[in-house]
């Protein structure tokens, strides 16, 4: 088998890791502190094709049934 | 100081191990004897029941504290072990601290550069990812162990081994030894604080020795009360009884050690008080036997008191009990409201709600104290402003006693017609089970509701009980009433279409009335309207020659708004390829325009429970919950008036099928088998082919089964077409309102296949399912199909394998109950604080973050069109209709 790249694979959404600026954006607008976002682990697949680190904050963006497209988030920790 | 001041909040919880000095700090009193009472029955000093650890005899005071039996908390004991133990409840992670650890030196078995690798990222995670901790421990213990020598005294490491529940080998090159729990204490002592932190404990509060057991603390007698019975004779708790056999081997370990026993009898007494101590904390230790009473019933011990259905948690904790509920047999009543209940007049005579009496409904309160406990619009007790309680069962004058109260006084008055009370019905699997309903004071014993409200309860009146709470404050009410009331509950998150509807006779009478053909005369459609409450005009009449009548349809039209419009495909719509819609010849096209039904039959698609996009469903998404309980409460009413002038009843002509029909039927079944034994004939010939994915045998079985159930299907359409027109059972099939064509056919034409785990019936004897056939017989004969139909009677090996076939289903639906019973009880516990904010997150008590949008796309499934925001398609029917004409 090829070299397989899951970001290009149809069930995997978007993955974006996001700027200082934008991760206080986020956090002004929902009121939170990083660690209240969902967690995702250093070890995800996903974590280790994007090169996200534990304190980084993911920006995913899917397709949804109901609503056309959704934006979720994940605080990058380790383990 | 006011009550809220001395209100604190908690900001933080932390768990720890007793230390043995904590242990015998908190102790009153070191019990050193295993008996209780003495033969007076006075307690013995430094026994189990010591008066210092607390009174629970009224009237005495405590020794300890000098309260009385309600004030005193009771005190602390303890015993001091002969010889250490093991804590069983910390058995595993004493095992995980000594394989991470030098048995030599006490060191973690790390080196310095990895001990202070581990360090710093303990602190880091301790500050910003604390949840992470017990991980990150995890995985310094799994390091840790690996080390087969100790990179601080070079010594070598043995291999530990860990025996549930409290065991634990050393494997020397000699042999294995087993290590003591002094050897295994002193070998934790060694540990230092700062390898205890990097394995997960905070030393201050949880030094790895205190899991061995020095002392034991013994609960205060309250936790453990003895019991007198009627003969007098004392019964002891099961906590006791384990704590005199924990002393009782104790003293006699101590005994042994000081007059210098050999080494083995010590070690056996050991062991056993370990067995002792074991089992006192948890007496459902697998690996061991369980302590028996000596009536042979195993001991409740402390984990049995916390555990399971019966224990601490789910049984007091969440699961308290009430006052101001009642609890009785449930029977219909079509005349009250959906958000009514019929509440007995016993029952509204205990059940009471506080009213504080003021200048306007003073008269009133006093009218109720006059009548008393026992006349129905009465009250029961009488609250002064000074807290004391007036019982008005006693006074014989209850005249002076009502003349004399003031403005203030709070009078707990009698439960009366419209008060806002809570209904339910277990099991409580969504929030339609418990409703906020309007009392309806009732003559007789059961509680009454109206039959629309049965499939949110999914309640029927076989025996079936409901429960009643009455809330006691003002805001409890507005709140119930506001949020829980039955209307406000129509529209179903679940469905997002009405969960309450029609069901049964109201949808044979809609469609009775509302078919063609029926035509009522002035007296007849007044009485009808007249049972629903109409109060309004009779419309002029659709015929007024010869003679003046009405059609079903335009008395049903009464109950629409005004300016309402809607059409559906009613249930009895045969689903023609092309549907002719308004010119349907069978009347199944439903047209309301302007609140007229001008087409179409009313049934289960237009009023039915449970149906989304039906007439019910936009009434009440239109006109509000108001209009949709006013419709179910008059318009229902008025098809049951009727069915009820009408009477609908099944009879043994219903099932009877033409000399014809039945020949019929009997010639398909025949074809059918004939197939079969074909499909059998190929089979034996090898001549079969396989289908993919499946072998021989299995692609014979489902072959057959395919021909036998279309052969069934088929007996079935042949009997609907030959039943009349008249046949109420296929009336009720057709409109919904209960039965399937398919019970239909069950009872005329064939039962057909019946089934165990999906396949044809193969189980019985060998080669053969009952001793009547051949074996190797696959004929459907031999493996359950059922010819007959239930009305011509099933032959006795028929009947056998309908039982089989029945019982199945029996077994799946209790095994499916306790299974999604299990279930439900997770999912409530993972997710009962989850909540949806104001900005629409869904966040969990600490403001952690769930879901970013309630849903994906922030919709409430009760509010939404069927799951939809919005319906487009309707709304645009709307728009051009109301444009066009
Ligand atoms: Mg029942
Ligand atoms: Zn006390
Ligand atoms: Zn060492
Ligand atoms: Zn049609």
């Known amino acids: 088998m090829g070299k397989f790249d899951l970001l290009k694979h149809e069930l995997v959404p978007q993955f974006r890791i996001m700027t200082k600026e934008e991760i206080e954006q986020l956090r002004k607008n929902l009121g939170v502190r990083k660690e209240d976002l969902p967690w995702m682990l250093k070890s995800d697949p996903v974590s280790k094709a994007i090169g996200a680190k534990p304190g980084d904050v993911v920006e995913i963006i899917r397709k949804s049934p109901v609503a056309g497209k959704s934006v979720a988030y994940r605080y990058v920790v380790p383990g | 100081m006011s009550f809220y001041e001395l209100i604190k909040s908690i900001k933080s919880i932390k768990f720890g191990?007793?230390?043995?000095?904590?242990?015998?700090?908190?102790?009153?009193?070191?019990?050193?004897?295993?008996?209780?009472?003495?033969?007076?029955?006075?307690?013995?000093?430094?026994?189990?029941?010591?008066?210092?650890l607390g009174t629970i005899e009224p009237g005495q005071k405590c020794q300890t504290c000098g309260n009385r039996v309600g004030q005193c908390p009771g005190h602390f004991g303890h015993i001091e072990l002969a010889r250490p133990v093991v804590h069983p409840g910390f058995a595993k992670l004493v095992y995980n601290l000594l394989k991470s650890t030098c048995w030599n030196c006490g060191r973690i078995l790390l080196t310095k550069e990895e001990v202070e690798k581990y360090t710093l990222l303990m602190e880091k995670y301790q500050k910003k990812w604390p949840q992470l901790r017990l991980r990150l421990a995890e995985r310094v213990i799994r390091r840790a162990s690996k080390n087969t020598e100790c990179p601080h005294c070079g010594e070598a490491q043995y291999k530990l081994k860990f025996e549930k529940p409290t065991t634990y080998y050393e494997e020397h090159k000699e042999g294995t030894v087993k290590l003591a729990p002094n050897e295994i204490r002193s070998r934790l002592e060694r540990i230092t604080d700062s390898d205890v932190k990097l394995m997960g404990l905070d030393p201050r509060?949880?030094?790895?020795?205190?899991?061995?057991?020095?002392?034991?603390?013994?609960?205060?007698?309250?936790?453990?009360?003895?019991?007198?019975?009627?003969?007098?004779?004392?019964?002891?708790d099961d906590l006791t009884h384990k704590l005199v056999d924990i002393i009782r081997i104790n003293e006699r370990l101590k005994d042994n050690v000081d007059a210098g026993a050999p080494q083995l009898i010590i070690e056996d007494l050991w062991e056993l008080l370990q067995y002792h101590v074991t089992t006192y904390f948890d007496n459902e230790t697998s690996g061991i036997p369980p302590a028996r009473h000596r009536s042979g019933r195993p001991l409740r011990t402390l984990a049995q008191r916390l555990k399971g259905k019966e224990g601490r948690f789910r049984s007091n904790l969440s699961g308290k009990r009430v006052d101001f509920s009642a609890r009785t047999v449930i029977s219909p009543d079509p005349i009250i409201s959906i958000n009514e209940v019929g509440v007995p007049i016993d029952v509204a005579k205990l059940l009471t709600i506080p009213e504080r009496i003021n200048p306007y409904n003073m008269d009133q309160v006093k009218?109720?104290?006059?009548?008393?406990p026992d006349v129905h619009p009465g009250a029961n007790y009488i609250i002064r402003p000074d807290g004391r309680r007036i019982d008005l069962r006693f006074p014989k004058d209850r005249k002076a006693i009502a003349d004399a109260v003031e403005i203030g006084y709070i009078v707990e008055r009698h439960l009366k017609d419209g008060d806002i009370v809570l209904f339910?019905?277990?099991?409580?699997?969504?929030?339609?089970?418990?409703?906020?309903?309007?009392?309806?004071?009732?003559?007789?014993?059961?509680?009454?509701?109206?039959?629309?409200?049965?499939?949110?309860?999914?309640?029927?009146?076989?025996?079936?009980?409901?429960?009643?709470?009455?809330?006691?404050?003002?805001?409890?009410?507005?709140?119930?009433?506001?949020?829980?009331?039955?209307?406000?509950?129509?529209?179903?998150?679940?469905?997002?279409?009405?969960?309450?509807?029609?069901?049964?006779?109201?949808?044979?009478?809609?469609?009775?009335?509302?078919?063609?053909?029926?035509?009522?005369?002035?007296?007849?459609?007044?009485?009808?309207?007249?049972?629903?409450?109409?109060?309004?005009?009779?419309?002029?009449?659709?015929?007024?020659?010869?003679?003046?009548?009405?059609?079903?349809?335009?008395?049903?039209?009464?109950?629409?708004?005004?300016?309402?419009?809607?059409?559906?495909?009613?249930?009895?719509?045969?689903?023609?390829?092309?549907?002719?819609?308004?010119?349907?010849?069978?009347?199944?096209?439903?047209?309301?325009?302007?609140?007229?039904?001008?087409?179409?039959?009313?049934?289960?698609?237009?009023?039915?429970?449970?149906?989304?996009?039906s007439v019910l469903h936009r009434l009440i998404k239109d006109y509000g919950t108001d209009a949709g309980r006013d419709y179910i409460d008059r318009a229902f009413k008025l098809f049951l008036a009727y069915i009820d002038s009408r009477g609908l009843t099944i009879g043994l002509d219903d099932e009877e099928l033409p000399a014809e029909a039945k020949r019929k039927v009997l010639e398909v079944i025949r074809q059918a088998e004939a197939k079969v034994s074909e499909l059998i004939d190929i089979y034996n010939q090898g001549l079969l082919e396989r289908l993919a994915g499946r072998t021989l045998e299995e692609t014979l079985e489902t072959k057959i089964m395919q021909e036998l159930e279309e052969a069934r299907e088929l007996a079935g359409e042949i009997a609907s077409q030959y039943l009349k027109e008249s046949n109420t059972a296929l009336l009720m099939a057709r409109t919904g309102a209960r039965g399937s064509l398919m019970n239909l056919a069950h009872m005329v034409a064939?039962?057909?296949?019946?089934?165990?785990?999906?396949?044809?019936?193969?189980?019985?004897?060998?080669?053969?399912?009952?001793?009547?056939?051949?074996?190797?017989?696959?004929?459907?004969?031999?493996?359950?199909?059922?010819?007959?139909?239930?009305?011509?009677?099933?032959?006795?090996?028929?009947?056998?394998?309908?039982?089989?076939g029945g019982r199945e289903g029996l077994v799946d639906t209790a095994v499916r109950t306790s299974q999604s019973g299990y279930m439900q009880r997770r999912l409530i516990n993972a997710l009962q604080d989850v909540r949806v904010e104001?900005?629409?997150?869904?966040?969990?008590?600490?403001?952690?973050?769930?879901?970013?949008?309630?849903?994906?796309?922030?919709?409430?499934?009760?509010?939404?069109?069927?799951?939809?925001?919005?319906?487009?398609?309707?709304?645009?029917?709307?728009?051009?209709?109301?444009?066009?004409s």
């Open chain 2, 838 to 884: 104001y900005d629409l997150t869904v966040r969990g008590t600490d403001g952690s973050i769930i879901q970013f949008r309630y849903g994906e796309d922030g919709v409430d499934p009760a509010k939404s069109d069927h799951g939809k925001a919005v319906n487009v398609e309707k709304i645009i029917e709307r728009v051009v209709k109301a444009g066009g």
């Open chain 2, 424 to 613: 339910n019905r277990q099991p409580s699997l969504h929030r339609m089970s418990i409703m906020a309903h309007k009392v309806r004071v009732l003559p007789y014993k059961t509680f009454r509701l109206n039959l629309c409200v049965c499939p949110p309860y999914n309640a029927d009146f076989d025996g079936d009980e409901m429960n009643l709470h009455v809330p006691q404050s003002e805001e409890a009410r507005a709140e119930a009433g506001v949020l829980m009331l039955v209307q406000e509950q129509i529209l179903s998150p679940r469905y997002g279409g009405p969960i309450m509807g029609g069901i049964q006779d109201y949808i044979s009478g809609a469609y009775m009335l509302t078919r063609k053909g029926t035509m009522l005369t002035r007296e007849e459609a007044s009485q009808l309207l007249a049972r629903a409450g109409y109060t309004g005009e009779l419309p002029p009449p659709e015929i007024s020659e010869p003679k003046e009548l009405w059609t079903g349809k335009q008395l049903a039209s009464l109950f629409f708004p005004k300016g309402f419009n809607y059409s559906l495909k009613s249930n009895v719509c045969l689903k023609c390829p092309t549907c002719k819609k308004e010119e349907c010849e069978n009347d199944a096209y439903v047209v309301i325009r302007d609140g007229k039904l001008i087409k179409g039959v009313i049934d289960k698609k237009s009023i039915g429970a449970g149906q989304p996009e």
């Open chain 2, 367 to 372: 009218r109720l104290i006059e009548n008393g």
């Open chain 2, 750 to 804: 064939c039962v057909g296949q019946q089934s165990v785990r999906g396949e044809r019936i193969m189980r019985g004897y060998m080669n053969r399912t009952l001793p009547h056939f051949k074996p190797g017989d696959l004929g459907a004969e031999a493996h359950g199909f059922v010819y007959s139909s239930y009305k011509d009677k099933l032959n006795p090996i028929e009947f056998f394998f309908h039982a089989m």
């Open chain 2, 17 to 52: 191990v007793l230390s043995p000095e904590e242990i015998r700090k908190m102790s009153v009193v070191n019990i050193v004897t295993a008996d209780t009472y003495d033969e007076d029955g006075i307690p013995i000093e430094a026994g189990l029941m010591d008066r210092r």
């Open chain 2, 205 to 236: 509060i949880a030094r790895p020795e205190w899991m061995v057991l020095t002392v034991l603390p013994v609960p205060p007698s309250a936790v453990r009360p003895s019991i007198t019975l009627e003969s007098g004779i004392r019964s002891e």
